[in-house]
């Protein structure tokens, strides 16, 4: 279709490109023209996209409006491809961290990560909280003092389970739950703890696995009908087993959006995913039932995977912390291969300490060979002294992106930043992050190309009728990005790393809302074909990008609430490998927003009985 060849963009050298606050770099919005569709219309619009004729000038006319043509297919950069987010390590200074030998167990880890944090009795009188959900350490309790034994918490697990997936309820968590195979781990535990020998702090926590990470004796369904048939799932994944050997009983698979391919969490197959704040609303995706688990106070912790913020943006969307680590840090192994250079295993987690102890046991190189490794030493942030509150942090900060949210997210997250530089005394340094947009659209050209690359061959063989609609259309448009479409997005990527490197020379972190819009509403009609609604998508995507594209760790702390009562969240992307500060960063916020914590509508509490 050469006559309709579109014009591209040709992009500044980055030398010449002015980041400073008053650049004249344009901040182009999300202009995403797409309807939302679901129920027939959805069906339609995936008849007519897999159409050979039709499909391919609905393609055609979709990527050149969207601004994909003009962005990245024809635009001209004179940058080298970057094909994967690795960040060369030397010279990293960390402060106040404990480092931690490489050679040292999960369990190990786990206990430096725990001698890191200031217990929950330590935390000042101010600090009486109306709501504070149960955290890894209020288990370990509960267990070695007897109140409670891993058996009887499994048991509550089991029934709270059951009544979340009640006609009333219908939350839809889990996409596999074996209760026996609960059970068999909270009787070994039970009895680790009458012995008095638990592994340790994750001896008897219930932990979930989002249904992307292999994980016996479940299928990996990728939350699809099919994947489990094609790909067997042989073994633990990594950062399972090693999550195993502390003791934690793996509770089961959560739901997720189909195959990762979208961020709603309504999966015609499974269920819709809905919000513990508000089970008429959304969850996010694509790590739902991850995030769920965790704010209905199921487990204290699960895990994710993070693609296009599949962590980040449900943890922000139902109240919790989510943490997304430097790409490989924690190892991939044992995840679904759908798209290998920017998923990674993130964790979501009730508290900041919490993330931390599960971090600690999840993270590490997989070779014994370390002087070789591209990954550097772990270091843990030392939160019980408090010296780190007084640290001088830059946040970087692009006004006009991070205005470009709802009036609700606005209002509380440039508050929250005020609030954080009135308390502590930390700076914000307004800059400019030029071609954001061109940034998201060349992550969603290379996720889709990544995706479609790895299920091509299951595809053909396929019966489309396994498939759901909304991932149907997901795929039609995946599968038709080009090898000079491809390349220009990772031209785009060694560009996005420049600018970022330079960001990071004027700053700490780049501070951000987590999404543009909080949880929106589950509509009926989407329920059986799922829905495209690329609109929010884009704001619920807006934020996480460099995460995921660049590779960069990031965390989300929620800060507060909107009008009528969702949470919101408050990102931090940091420099590589720079973990240890953002949780520290998270920590200082977390002290200041704690107080503020509510209790979800659907709420279970495990250690009820279990006397404080
Ligand atoms: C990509 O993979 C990540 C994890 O690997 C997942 O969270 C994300 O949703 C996936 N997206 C697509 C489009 O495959
Ligand atoms: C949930 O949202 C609906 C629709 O916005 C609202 O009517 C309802 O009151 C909310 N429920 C709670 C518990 O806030
Ligand atoms: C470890 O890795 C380094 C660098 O890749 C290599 O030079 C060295 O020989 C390796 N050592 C062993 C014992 O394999």
Not at 28 to 43: F, H, S, Y
Not at 167 to 186: G, H, P, T, V, W
Not at 241 to 264: D, F, P
Not at 377 to 385: A, C, E, F, N, V
Request: net charge neutral; charged share 20%; aromatic share 8%.
């Amino acid at each position: 279709m050469g006559f309709l060849k579109a014009k591209g963009v040709v992009y500044k050298p980055v030398d010449e490109v002015d980041l400073g606050p008053d650049s004249d770099e344009f901040y182009i919005r999300a202009n995403v023209k797409a309807p939302r569709m679901a129920g027939l219309l959805v069906k339609v619009f995936a008849w007519f996209l897999e159409s050979p004729i039709f499909g391919g000038i609905l393609l055609y006319i979709l990527k050149r409006n969207n601004l994909i043509h003009k962005l990245v297919s024809f635009a001209e950069l004179q940058e080298s491809p970057l094909f994967v987010p690795l960040h060369p390590h030397q010279g990293i200074v960390e402060k106040e961290v404990k480092c931690v030998d490489p050679d040292m167990s999960p369990p190990e880890k786990v206990e430096e990560a725990v001698d890191c944090i200031q217990s929950p009795e330590d935390l000042p009188k101010s600090l009486q909280l109306s709501f504070r959900c149960w955290t890894i350490l209020d288990y370990a309790r509960a267990y070695s003092s007897g109140e409670t034994t891993p058996t009887m918490v499994a048991d509550r697990f089991i029934a709270n389970v059951r009544e979340s997936s009640s006609r009333d309820l219908q939350m839809s968590f889990f996409i596999n739950l074996y209760e026996d195979d609960i059970l068999k781990q909270a009787t070994e535990s039970t009895l680790r703890y009458k012995r008095g020998e638990p592994i340790s702090v994750l001896d008897g926590v219930p932990i979930a696995i989002k249904d992307e990470i292999d994980c016996l004796p479940y299928p990996t369904t990728g939350g699809t009908k099919w994947m489990h048939k094609v790909r067997q799932c042989k073994n633990d994944a990594c950062c399972v087993n090693r999550l195993r050997s502390c003791g934690a009983i793996i509770v089961g698979k959560t739901n997720m959006h189909e195959l990762g391919a979208g961020i709603s969490g309504i999966n015609p197959h499974y269920g819709a995913v809905r919000n513990p704040y508000n089970r008429s609303k959304i969850t996010g995706g694509s790590s739902s039932g991850s995030a769920a688990v965790v704010a209905a106070g199921l487990c204290p912790v699960a895990l994710g995977v993070d693609g296009g913020g599949s962590v980040r943006l449900p943890a922000a969307l139902c109240g919790v912390v989510g943490f997304k680590p430097t790409f490989a840090r924690v190892p991939h192994d044992g995840v679904l291969p759908i798209n290998y250079t920017i998923g990674m295993v993130g964790i979501l987690a009730a508290t900041v300490e919490d993330a931390l102890i599960a971090y600690a046991a999840i993270s590490g190189d997989l070779s014994s060979n370390h002087s070789g490794s591209a990954v550097p030493k772990i270091g843990l942030p030392l939160l019980k002294s408090a010296n780190y509150l007084s640290w001088d942090i830059k946040m970087a900060r692009y006004g006009k992106w991070f205005d470009d949210c709802s009036d609700n997210i606005k209002a509380c997250c440039s508050s929250a930043v005020a609030k954080l530089s009135d308390k502590y005394g930390w700076k914000t340094v307004e800059v400019t992050i030029p071609d954001i947009e061109a940034m998201r659209l060349s992550h969603y050209l290379t996720i889709g190309s990544e995706c479609s690359g790895s299920i091509a061959g299951h595809l053909e063989k396929l019966n489309k009728a396994e498939l759901g609609w909304d991932v149907r259309v997901g795929l039609a448009v995946y599968g038709s990005f080009h090898s000079h479409e491809y390349l220009n997005a990772q031209k785009i990527r060694n560009r996005q790393m420049q600018f970022h490197n330079k960001i990071f020379s004027m700053a700490d972190v780049i501070v951000t809302p987590t999404v543009g819009v909080t949880a929106y509403g589950i509509e009926d009609d989407a329920l059986k074909t799922g829905e495209l609604d690329y609109i929010n998508g884009a704001a619920l995507v807006r934020y996480q990008i460099a995460g995921n594209f660049l590779g960069l760790p990031a965390v989300t702390i929620p800060v507060g609430f909107d009008k009528s009562g969702l949470p919101i969240g408050l990102q931090f992307i940091g420099k590589p490998w720079s973990e240890s500060l953002l949780i520290h960063i998270a920590s200082a916020v977390q002290a200041l927003f704690m107080s503020g914590n509510k209790k979800p509508e659907v709420y279970y509490d495990m250690l009820a009985n279990a006397k404080d």
